[in-house]
């Protein structure tokens, strides 16, 4: 059942592809985003329309949009005809194989390296802050069947009615497969595959678009996977999901953009605009990266680093622009609730200016251990790249994503907050964009070298292996040389890194779903008093079981939630902590033995219960502990 889980990812998207008259590489890596533009746009239609968002409103959604797509793209192809606007080079046969060959490797080594990471098993669950939150944030679209992020506000422990926002395009899709194709672990964990094996068909899609050549393209799709920084990263601290969905479809989104200049007509202005879309709705932050992207290549085409002739591309250019806004807009505009929230996070600068810099051009921020190996090659290739005036605007934007990590990561002004606002001034979120220029410089690198070592063997080879099979020869020899000296690819210290939340860990135990179970044949739907500190935040989304404390950063104390949380310990002698408990239904409390967090402490109110008379305990194991309030003295359920 989980090829359902990666066919959500592809189906959606392939259809608006093909009837945005994608094809190739480009049509294969972007079913992806275009999958989440469909989504994007579709919550907000169908939402507001009150229409139940489940797999067939979905499907009937996808539908209609890819009919209205198709449509709209095939009239104005009419009128423009087919001639293309800039003469692209066609492949071979053994060329797209070579390509093919990179992009599986990347994809192997990626899935190796997280299903190690996990433990083998998609039952895992991860440990870290943000998973509950996701997790919750898909059964509760499931079980409601609403994806309008001002839904979610009860999950983030806000009043009905709050004005709230969360992106929740990842979530909107996933919500329907819940329980159908996968529980919710196997779910989560099936979605992050999905998004790590597309990130080198992304790559290879991004760099043949852009005329690199298909060795170039392959080495750099195989490598695409070594880097710590993404996926891996991002996918144990946090986990950051939605984010590094994103992350992985911008290379996508890229190779769309190429279609403005190349293919007449709809297919660029309006694929672009829809994959920027499904970027803005996994999270808004993402807008900005693909703002650097395009900017980088606006300058590129303006200084004419790279063809064009704006007497026939300014108009897609402007079109694409303007149906940028109008599907980007409605999805960021809701996001404007949370803005203040969102910029006004801090986290704590972790390397000096030069530290950053020097993890910034070995491609290993965040690292105790550069990977020296891939670092060198990708830097190498960048200088090769400035030199022969390859992809410049890549390399730009790598040096502002670059600068924008070492400053965020190692100063704390008015200037570096405001420019970091976006991704929580949080470091980590920006070096999860460096690997991106890092695989398109190795690929450039070993490109290069391949060549230069062909060339060396001058007349001793026939020009037709000269042309391909000696220096496809030299490249995978490189390809194979680098995995060594990464020591197996870096498998084994992704994977290391990646097991650092994907684990039986103390947060959320065994012992402890297993008590979320009792609670889901006996609470009746009623909340469940629970310490926001220790795990159980994660029974409604384990066990369909409403905690009283949704997330980690708990209720306000003076809500029904938050005078339980801190005041239970009162229930005899204060009226409003019975108050609370009567206005919320409770009928359970549940106490766990591990922590989010090794410095934490158990919630005042929730420390003892044995010792209230207002309550018994239930059930019992070594990581859980249940119990029921009663009335003092009688000892029948309250």
Same mark, same amino acid.
């Given at each position: 059942?989980?090829?359902?889980?990666?066919?959500? /990812?592809?189906?959606?998207?392939?259809?608006?592809?093909?009837?945005?008259?994608?094809?190739?590489?480009?049509l294969?890596?972007?079913?992806?985003?275009?999958?989440?533009?469909?989504?994007?746009?579709?919550?907000?239609?169908?939402?507001?329309l009150?229409?139940?968002?489940?797999?067939l409103?979905?499907? *009937?959604?996808?539908?209609?949009?890819?009919?209205?797509?198709?449509?709209?793209?095939?009239l104005?192809?009419r009128?423009?005809g087919?001639?293309?606007l800039?003469?692209?080079?066609?492949?071979?046969?053994?060329?797209? =194989?070579?390509?093919?060959?990179?992009?599986?490797?990347?994809?192997?080594?990626?899935?190796?390296?997280? =299903?190690?990471?996990?433990g083998?098993?998609?039952?895992?669950?991860n440990?870290?802050?943000?998973a509950?939150?996701?997790?919750?944030?898909?059964?509760?679209?499931s079980? #409601?069947?609403?994806?309008?992020?001002?839904?979610?506000?009860?999950?983030?422990?806000?009043?009905?009615?709050?004005?709230?926002?969360?992106?929740?395009?990842? #979530?909107?899709?996933?919500?329907?497969?819940?329980?159908?194709?996968?529980?919710?672990p196997?779910?989560? %964990?099936?979605?992050?595959?999905?998004?790590?094996?597309?990130?080198?068909?992304?790559?290879?899609a991004?760099?043949?678009?852009?005329?690199?050549?298909?060795?170039?393209?392959?080495?750099?799709?195989?490598?695409?996977?070594? /880097?710590?920084?993404?996926?891996?990263?991002?996918?144990?601290?946090?986990?950051?999901?939605p984010?590094?969905?994103?992350?992985?479809?911008? +290379?996508a989104?890229?190779?769309?953009?190429?279609?403005? *200049?190349?293919?007449?007509?709809? !297919?660029?202005?309006?694929?672009?605009?829809?994959?920027?879309? &499904?970027?803005?709705?996994?999270?808004?932050?993402?807008? /900005?990266?693909?703002?650097?992207?395009?900017?980088? =290549?606006?300058?590129?085409?303006?200084?004419?680093?790279?063809?064009?002739?704006?007497?026939?591309?300014?108009?897609?250019?402007?079109?694409?622009?303007?149906?940028?806004?109008?599907?980007?807009?409605?999805?960021?505009?809701?996001?404007?609730?949370?803005?203040?929230?969102?910029? &006004?996070?801090?986290?704590d600068?972790?390397?000096?200016?030069?530290?950053? @810099?020097?993890?910034?051009?070995?491609?290993?921020?965040?690292?105790?251990?550069?990977?020296?190996?891939l670092?060198?090659?990708?830097?190498?290739?960048?200088?090769?790249?400035?030199?022969?005036?390859?992809?410049?605007?890549?390399?730009?934007?790598?040096?502002?994503v670059?600068?924008?990590?070492?400053?965020?990561?190692?100063?704390?002004?008015?200037?570096i907050?405001? =420019?970091?606002?976006?991704?929580?001034?949080?470091?980590?979120? /920006?070096?999860?964009?460096?690997?991106?220029?890092g695989?398109?410089?190795?690929?450039?690198?070993g490109?290069?070298?391949?060549?230069?070592?062909?060339?060396?063997?001058?007349?001793?080879?026939? +020009?037709?292996?000269?042309a391909? $099979?000696? +220096?496809?020869?030299?490249?995978?020899?490189?390809?194979?040389? *680098?995995?060594?000296?990464?020591?197996g690819?870096?498998?084994?210290? %992704?994977?290391?890194?990646?097991?650092?939340t994907?684990n039986?860990?103390?947060?959320?135990?065994?012992?402890?779903?297993?008590?979320?179970?009792?609670?889901?044949?006996?609470?009746?739907d009623?909340? @469940?008093?629970?310490?926001?500190?220790?795990?159980?935040?994660?029974?409604?989304?384990l066990?369909? $079981?409403? +905690?009283?404390?949704?997330?980690?950063?708990?209720?306000d104390?003076? !809500?029904?939630?938050?005078?339980?949380?801190?005041?239970?310990?009162?229930?005899?002698?204060?009226?409003?902590v019975?108050?609370?408990?009567?206005?919320?239904?409770?009928?359970?409390?549940?106490?766990?033995?591990?922590?989010?967090?090794?410095n934490?402490?158990?919630?005042?109110?929730?420390?003892?219960?044995?010792?209230?008379?207002?309550?018994r305990?239930?059930?019992?194991?070594?990581?859980?502990?249940?119990?029921?309030?009663?009335?003092?003295? !009688?000892?029948?359920?309250?």
């Open positions: 059942m989980g090829a359902f889980v990666v066919l959500a /990812f592809i189906l959606p998207g392939l259809a608006v592809g093909l009837a945005l008259r994608l094809r190739g590489w480009t294969a890596a972007a079913a992806p985003v275009l999958t989440f533009g469909t989504v994007a746009l579709g919550t907000l239609v169908i939402g507001n009150g229409i139940a968002w489940n797999l409103s979905l499907a *009937l959604w996808t539908v209609v949009l890819a009919a209205v797509v198709g449509v709209v793209t095939w104005v192809a009128r423009t087919g001639e293309p800039i003469e692209e080079p066609q492949r071979s046969l053994g060329e797209n =194989l070579v390509v093919l060959g990179g992009v599986v490797l990347g994809m192997a080594v990626g899935a190796a390296t997280f =299903l190690r990471g996990i083998g098993t998609l039952s895992t669950v440990q870290d802050w943000d509950p939150y996701h997790g919750n944030a898909i059964r509760w679209i079980e #409601h069947a609403t994806a309008l992020p001002s839904a979610l506000a009860q999950i983030a422990n806000l009043p009905a009615g709050t004005k709230y926002f969360y992106p929740n395009t990842y #979530h909107a899709l996933l919500a329907p497969l819940l329980d159908k194709a996968a529980g919710m196997e779910l989560l %964990n099936l979605a992050a595959l999905s998004v790590v094996l597309a990130w080198p068909l992304g790559i290879a991004m760099a043949l678009a852009w005329r690199m050549p298909p060795l170039g393209a392959a080495i750099a799709a195989a490598v695409s996977t070594w /880097f710590t920084a993404f996926p891996y990263d991002s996918l144990w601290r946090g986990p950051l999901w984010y590094v969905a994103g992350v992985a479809l911008v +290379p989104v890229l190779a769309i953009a190429r279609k403005i *200049l190349t293919t007449p007509g709809l !297919t660029g202005p309006l694929g672009l605009a829809l994959a920027v879309a &499904g970027l803005t709705g996994l999270h808004t932050s993402l807008v /900005f990266i693909a703002f650097v992207y395009l900017l980088m =290549l606006a300058l590129a085409l303006a200084l004419r680093f790279e063809p064009i002739d704006w007497r026939v591309s300014w108009k897609p250019l402007a079109i694409t622009a303007v149906l940028g806004l109008v599907a980007v807009i409605p999805v960021m505009l809701p996001a404007l609730v949370q803005s203040a929230g969102v910029t &006004g996070a801090q986290w600068e972790f390397a000096s200016p030069a530290e950053g @810099v020097g993890q910034t051009l070995l491609f290993s921020p965040v690292a105790a251990f550069p990977q020296w190996f670092g060198l090659a990708a830097i190498t290739g960048i200088i090769l790249m400035i030199k022969h005036r390859v992809m410049l605007w890549v390399v730009a934007a790598f040096v502002v670059g600068g924008m990590y070492a400053g965020t990561a190692s100063l704390n002004n008015d200037l907050n405001t =420019l970091s606002g976006p991704f929580y001034n949080d470091a980590w979120r /920006f070096a999860a964009l460096i690997p991106l220029a695989a398109i410089a190795v690929g450039y690198c490109f290069t070298v391949a060549t230069a070592l062909t060339a060396k063997l001058g007349s001793r080879v026939s +020009p037709q292996r000269a391909f $099979v000696v +220096p496809v020869a030299f490249g995978l020899a490189a390809v194979l040389v *680098l995995g060594l000296l990464g020591k690819a870096y498998i084994g210290r %992704n994977a290391e890194r990646l097991s650092e994907n039986e860990g103390a947060t959320v135990t065994r012992g402890e779903r297993e008590a979320y179970q009792w609670l889901a044949r006996h609470s009746k009623r909340p @469940v008093v629970n310490d926001r500190l220790d795990g159980s935040v994660w029974m409604y989304a066990a369909g $079981v409403k +905690p009283v404390e949704w997330t980690f950063y708990g209720a104390e003076k !809500t029904n939630a938050g005078r339980i949380t801190w005041h239970l310990q009162d229930i005899g002698k204060d009226p409003n019975r108050k609370a408990i009567n206005a919320l239904g409770v009928k359970y409390a549940v106490v766990g033995a591990g922590y989010v967090r090794q934490s402490r158990p919630a005042p109110g929730l420390m003892a219960l044995e010792r209230l008379p207002e309550v305990k239930v059930y019992e194991n070594p990581q859980a502990t249940i119990y029921e309030f009663v009335e003092p003295g !009688t000892g029948q359920s309250s």
